[in-house]
């Protein structure tokens, strides 16, 4: 059995902080994702603590920005909601899910703040930025696309976010979704 701990090593390696999830994808810190650290000590204490738990990541400032999250489950399908509106999604950094949809990661423009959506692009199509995290599927053996390509977010997609109205969310209720991603 390969711990949390093992999982999260080359990450934290890397200096990225991470902390530890279910496998419902709820943090298991008290702090959720402000928990996150790169310490080994913290990361044997949870591994300890949580043997099989999920290595996660916080989106957004501090980290890469956006995390576009195509979902295939639950009787719905991002790639059909992408291909209906003609949005065509660069090579840009992507990692695969445990249910076959993915993670599309990018920058946003200088002083743009986005925060955290579920299925407000669109059906199956959920935003990660500021205030949210994303498990990292490569900890656990996913597939990653373009490893080193994190591109700039597409007009499309910027557009799509600017339509929503939302501005960014740090209420209670914002982080109660975040535990959906």
């Not at 008290?30 to 204490?45: E, L, P, Y």
């Not at 557009?159 to 975040?178: E, F, M, N, P, W």
């Amino acid at each position: 059995m390969t711990t949390f701990a093992q999982c999260a090593a080359p990450l934290t390696a890397r200096g990225i902080a991470v902390f530890p999830c279910g496998t419902d994808k709820r943090p298991l810190t008290r702090h959720g994702f402000k928990a996150a650290t790169a310490d080994s000590a913290q990361i044997d204490v949870w591994s300890a603590a949580h043997p099989d738990a999920l290595v996660a990541q916080p989106t957004g400032r501090g980290s890469f920005v956006l995390d576009v999250d195509v979902d295939t489950g639950k009787g719905v399908d991002g790639f059909v909601t992408l291909r209906a509106n003609g949005w065509d999604v660069p090579a840009t950094r992507t990692h695969t899910t445990r249910r076959g949809g993915a993670h599309y990661w990018f920058r946003v423009p200088e002083g743009m703040t986005v925060g955290c959506s579920a299925g407000k692009i669109g059906t199956g199509l959920d935003i990660r930025g500021t205030g949210g995290y994303v498990i990292r599927w490569d900890a656990h053996g996913g597939e990653v696309e373009n490893t080193n390509d994190v591109l700039d977010a597409p007009v499309w997609l910027l557009d799509a976010i600017r339509a929503t109205g939302k501005k960014d969310d740090h209420s209670a209720k914002a982080a109660q979704s975040l535990s959906q991603v």
